[in-house]
């Protein structure tokens, strides 16, 4: 339970009626709705354990992988590689395909389960950039972003605070495309997911022709995004996700620090 912003608002409090009890009172009042998130300001907790972003997560999915007319098999093989990365218990997998076949009728509510994802985060960015980078995936399984998968993602990272310069720099990390200053997706002439030689650049979102002040700042920003010490207490298979993304930015970083002589 935390205690800062009553004992901010009891000081603010004191310091505003002189030293007056009931400064003392109010101030602490104030500091206590503060630290529960009742002001709809400051940090929002994340429920402890909750794995509530497993349903709406894997509807969402299925929406995605539905709207450009039909579910693809390497829209399914994605979806199943993702509950496996995940290390979903058995009860959480049935969640999720019930999910994901849900997700892929005509009546699913894309709102709604957009929705869930945007409380389970309670405005944390790290979340949200863990979320989008598990439905990546599924949004590039056939190939090319097409407008219709693109139309929900945007509306995702709307919900979630996230701009679509982000999102492109997430998908260029991912070695789905290369983002420009303009947050525009540039598809990759290869599939480079899974080459042991994934340009580094790519993986920072960055062009090669960055500079030294660019490359750190990337590497500062991205790290501090995808850092598993930073989530705190959330789900196991959220904390193994940001450990695959954080070994895969600081690697990219020291091949170019090393390329470079950047010290």
């Known amino acids: 339970?935390?205690?800062?912003?009553?004992?901010?608002?009891?000081?603010?409090?004191?310091?505003?009626?002189?030293?007056?009890?009931?400064?003392?009172?109010?101030?602490?009042?104030?500091?206590?709705?503060?630290?529960?998130?009742?002001?709809?300001?400051?940090?929002?907790?994340?429920?402890?354990?909750?794995?509530?972003?497993?349903?709406?997560?894997?509807?969402?999915?299925?929406?995605?992988?539905?709207?450009?007319?039909?579910?693809?098999?390497?829209?399914?093989?994605?979806?199943?590689?993702?509950?496996?990365?995940?290390?979903?218990?058995?009860?959480?997998?049935?969640?999720?395909?019930?999910?994901?076949n849900a997700g892929k009728q005509p009546d699913f509510a894309v709102a709604l389960a957009i929705a869930d994802l945007k409380t389970w985060c309670g405005g944390r960015r790290d979340l949200a950039f863990l979320l989008l980078d598990m439905l990546l995936d599924v949004v590039y399984a056939e190939g090319p972003l097409v407008a219709e998968k693109l139309a929900i993602v945007r509306k995702l990272c709307w919900a979630l605070g996230v701009h679509e310069r982000e999102l492109a720099a997430l998908a260029a990390m991912r070695g789905y495309g290369r983002a420009d200053a303009g947050g525009a997706y540039e598809q990759p002439r290869a599939d480079t997911r899974t080459s042991p030689g994934k340009d580094p650049y790519a993986v920072l979102g960055l062009s090669p022709g960055a500079s030294e002040r660019e490359i750190k700042n990337a590497y500062r920003r991205l790290i501090s995004q995808h850092h598993p010490d930073k989530l705190g207490d959330v789900p196991e298979e959220l904390k193994r996700r940001a450990e695959e993304r954080a070994r895969e930015i600081n690697a990219a970083y020291e091949k170019i620090r090393q390329a470079r002589g950047i010290k």
């Open 1 to 100: 339970m935390s205690f800062i912003g009553k004992i901010v608002g009891a000081l603010f409090g004191w310091l505003l009626l002189r030293g007056h009890p009931i400064g003392i009172v109010i101030g602490a009042l104030f500091g206590h709705l503060w630290d529960i998130g009742a002001l709809g300001i400051g940090p929002q907790p994340v429920r402890q354990g909750s794995r509530s972003f497993i349903a709406p997560l894997f509807g969402l999915a299925g929406a995605i992988a539905k709207s450009d007319g039909r579910v693809s098999e390497q829209e399914i093989a994605a979806t199943e590689n993702l509950m496996a990365r995940m290390q979903l218990t058995p009860d959480l997998r049935a969640i999720a395909i019930e999910r994901f």
